[in-house]
């Protein structure tokens, strides 16, 4: 019995491209319209039960209690920082003044009971709130490090919006 | 002088092997960089940035996000109405998460507040969630590439 071999020798076998190229497009397609350019977020954590523990007694805080006061005026800008007793002009300033209050050197541990509590006007922008609260929860090294220094932030009870004056 | 006419019966193809490399190589680079965590965005806020603002290293197990938008417009889960009326979302959150065994004072509020909001009104949201029953929160905020303070001085000269 004779055997045909149904391949002739030198015939070339193509491959169809159309329906792979059609698909590799509709992906490609697919991924560039979902494309979008997020940039990266991080968190600042706070703990505030509605009922605040009670503060330790003075003799075993490492630091003295803490509070930050931001003004602004009516259209959300801040005016003002009030640390304590002084008066920072800026974030940056405020940043060094709680460097100071809490030091870089005093170890991670001395910093962890640190405590600050942050108030603001009503009307305050939440951007100069969140400003305020990466000035006092860390500071940047010039390699990039970044240096933790209050870790306990706390929110003063809110105040009701100045009512608008009757004509 | 005869010309001779050449007749090329064969079909002519393009060389695709180049083009077929750059598509694939198109597609492996939007692929890894595609975002699947779009689901914690919201088109309402725009988030203010600090140059702390750090990805965190560990992921957060229990968490509720709510978004805040300037004008006060409250954003949880499915649920969008003024975050003054956002107490009886947050009880059924709270009763949800009892009921699968988690504890509601582990959970984590994140907090997403535009960078316009009002601050008096974040500080309400926080006190609507603490009176529900929640203890933790996380101000997010986006990653600032620029190094520095934004906010220079309030005070001229200062």
Same mark, same amino acid.
């Given at each position: 019995?004779?055997?045909?071999?149904?391949? @002739?020798?030198? !015939?070339?076998?193509?491959?169809?491209? /159309?329906?792979? =190229?059609?698909?590799?497009?509709?992906?490609?397609?697919?991924?560039? %319209?979902?494309?979008?350019?997020?940039? %990266?977020?991080?968190?600042?954590?706070?703990?505030?039960?509605?009922?605040?523990?009670?503060?330790?007694?003075?003799?075993?805080?490492?630091?003295?209690? %803490?509070?930050?006061?931001?003004?602004?005026?009516?259209?959300?800008?801040? /005016?003002?920082?009030?640390?304590?007793?002084?008066?920072?002009?800026?974030?940056?300033?405020?940043?060094?003044?709680?460097? @100071?209050?809490?030091?870089? +050197?005093?170890?991670?541990?001395?910093?962890?009971?640190?405590?600050?509590?942050?108030?603001?006007?009503?009307?305050?922008?939440?951007?100069?709130?969140?400003?305020?609260?990466?000035?006092?929860?860390? *500071?940047?090294?010039?390699?990039?490090?970044?240096?933790?220094?209050?870790? @306990?932030?706390?929110?003063?009870?809110? !105040?009701?919006?100045?009512?608008? !004056? #009757?004509? | 002088? @005869?010309?001779?006419?050449?007749?090329?019966?064969?079909?002519?193809?393009?060389?695709?092997?180049?083009?077929? +490399?750059? *598509?694939?190589?198109?597609?492996?680079?939007?692929?890894?960089?595609?975002?699947?965590?779009?689901?914690?965005?919201?088109?309402?806020?725009?988030?203010?940035?600090?140059?702390? #603002?750090?990805?965190?290293?560990?992921?957060?197990?229990?968490?509720?996000? =709510?978004?805040?938008?300037?004008?006060?417009?409250?954003?949880?889960?499915?649920?969008?109405?003024?975050?003054?009326?956002?107490?009886? *979302?947050? +009880?059924?959150?709270?009763?949800?998460?009892?009921?699968?065994?988690?504890?509601?004072?582990?959970?984590?509020?994140?907090?997403?507040?535009?960078?316009?909001?009002?601050?008096?009104?974040?500080?309400?949201?926080?006190?609507?969630?603490? !009176?529900?029953?929640?203890?933790?929160?996380?101000?997010?905020?986006?990653?600032?590439?620029?190094?520095?303070?934004?906010?220079?001085?309030?005070?001229?000269?200062?």
């Amino acid at each position: 019995m004779q055997i045909r071999n149904a391949n @002739k020798a030198g !015939e070339k076998i193509e491959l169809q491209m /159309t329906p792979m =190229i059609d698909i590799v497009f509709q992906l490609l397609v697919f991924f560039i %319209m979902t494309f979008k350019i997020v940039s %990266m977020e991080g968190d600042f954590n706070i703990r505030m039960p509605a009922a605040a523990p009670q503060a330790a007694p003075p003799e075993q805080m490492e630091f003295p209690p %803490m509070n930050l006061y931001l003004s602004a005026d009516a259209e959300g800008t801040l /005016t003002g920082i009030q640390l304590n007793e002084s008066q920072p002009t800026s974030f940056q300033a405020l940043n060094q003044e709680i460097q @100071k209050l809490v030091g870089t +050197d005093s170890g991670p541990g001395a910093r962890e009971s640190a405590e600050i509590e942050i108030g603001f006007d009503y009307d305050l922008r939440y951007e100069f709130v969140i400003g305020a609260v990466t000035a006092v929860s860390g *500071t940047k090294t010039t390699t990039g490090d970044v240096v933790k220094l209050i870790e @306990k932030i706390r929110f003063n009870t809110p !105040e009701a919006p100045e009512a608008p !004056e #009757a004509q | 002088m @005869k010309i001779v006419k050449k007749h090329d019966s064969g079909i002519l193809e393009g060389d695709l092997t180049p083009m077929i +490399d750059m *598509t694939f190589q198109l597609i492996a680079f939007f692929m890894v960089l595609i975002n699947f965590t779009q689901s914690e965005s919201n088109d309402k806020v725009q988030l203010p940035d600090s140059e702390l #603002a750090k990805p965190p290293e560990t992921v957060l197990e229990n968490y509720r996000i =709510i978004h805040l938008g300037k004008d006060g417009t409250a954003v949880m889960g499915t649920k969008e109405e003024n975050y003054k009326g956002l107490r009886t *979302t947050l +009880d059924l959150q709270y009763r949800q998460i009892q009921f699968s065994g988690e504890e509601p004072a582990d959970t984590t509020i994140v907090i997403r507040a535009h960078k316009d909001a009002k601050g008096g009104m974040v500080q309400e949201l926080i006190q609507i969630c603490q !009176e529900a029953g929640f203890e933790s929160f996380a101000l997010r905020a986006e990653e600032n590439v620029n190094n520095g303070f934004k906010y220079i001085s309030p005070v001229p000269g200062g």
